[in-house]
């Protein structure tokens, strides 16, 4: 089976490819490749590569920057998962499209399910559900991956931030009030591959299971890699940030566990392994 995989070079993208392509024939294209944004481009890459299924990971993922580039955010998010919907559906291709835990408002108090309304605070959290309800209307066999406080080697992320903030000051504040479940990037590859190959079309919750705040994330990653260092919790509003998050978007993954037969393990024990396969994040 051959499948693309757009947004290669990101968090992602990074994370999942080596186990895919022990399964599958991937191409990986990132943006100087591939902008999800030139349907004609779009077109000719998927007419030429012929695959049977695409992942789009391609996204601005900048939360803050998306509330200052709206029209940007926009195009990139719903109008690229739009124009990929529409080609793939065109080419029969099975999309496979990842969204976000920021469609949610984290008002629910217990894990969101996939058939709880979404409701963003972000203008981000909005672009990516306009992107999901593009790709449902006009690709309705598709699959649509959320995900949520994702970490790997692809890029700069929560963890890497605060290990080098650390290394920096020897003490930092953290953000005390947003609870989810932190996921490594890689561990969304198994259930993604058993998805691609047999899983009904709709959206489903993937991310390691049990939750913490960033403040109890931040502790215990200080605590495996024994580090030193004094972590303040402090709330969201003193960090005084353009976009609002949601206090709670922990995922309910019961849909993804059925259909895959995959059980994610905890954050803890996949943090753990992350951070001890060396060398430490920075």
């Not at 209307?137 to 890029?155: E, F, M, N, T, V």
Request: aromatic share 8%.
């Amino acid at each position: 089976m051959k499948v693309l995989l757009t947004g290669n070079k990101g968090l992602l993208g990074t994370g999942i490819t080596p186990f895919l392509k022990d399964r599958f024939d991937v191409v990986g294209l990132d943006i100087d490749e591939w902008d999800i944004t030139d349907r004609e481009s779009g077109e000719a890459i998927i007419a030429r590569e012929r695959p049977d299924a695409l992942i789009n990971c391609a996204a601005m993922t900048d939360v803050d920057g998306c509330e200052d580039r709206k029209e940007l955010a926009e195009k990139v998010n719903s109008g690229g998962a739009a124009i990929l919907a529409g080609i793939c559906n065109r080419y029969n291709v099975k999309l496979i499209h990842i969204s976000t835990d920021y469609v949610f408002d984290g008002t629910k108090g217990l894990p969101y399910n996939e058939e709880d309304a979404p409701n963003p605070l972000s203008f981000y959290g909005k672009t990516k559900l306009w992107g999901e309800q593009h790709v449902l209307a006009k690709a309705p066999l598709s699959i649509i991956i959320r995900g949520q406080w994702l970490y790997g080697d692809g890029g700069e992320h929560f963890i890497s931030k605060v290990v080098k903030a650390a290394g920096e000051r020897g003490s930092i504040q953290v953000v005390d009030d947003q609870r989810g479940s932190p996921t490594y990037a890689k561990d969304i590859a198994g259930p993604l591959a058993v998805l691609i190959e047999k899983g009904e079309p709709g959206i489903y919750h993937v991310s390691n299971s049990g939750s913490c705040t960033w403040y109890e994330l931040a502790r215990e990653v200080f605590s495996v890699l024994r580090m030193d260092v004094q972590v303040a919790p402090i709330s969201s509003q003193t960090l005084n940030r353009k976009a609002v998050r949601p206090a709670y978007s922990v995922f309910d993954t019961k849909k993804v566990r059925d259909a895959t037969g995959i059980v994610m393990r905890s954050w803890q024990e996949a943090l753990r392994e992350y951070l001890r396969k060396g060398p430490t994040p920075e």
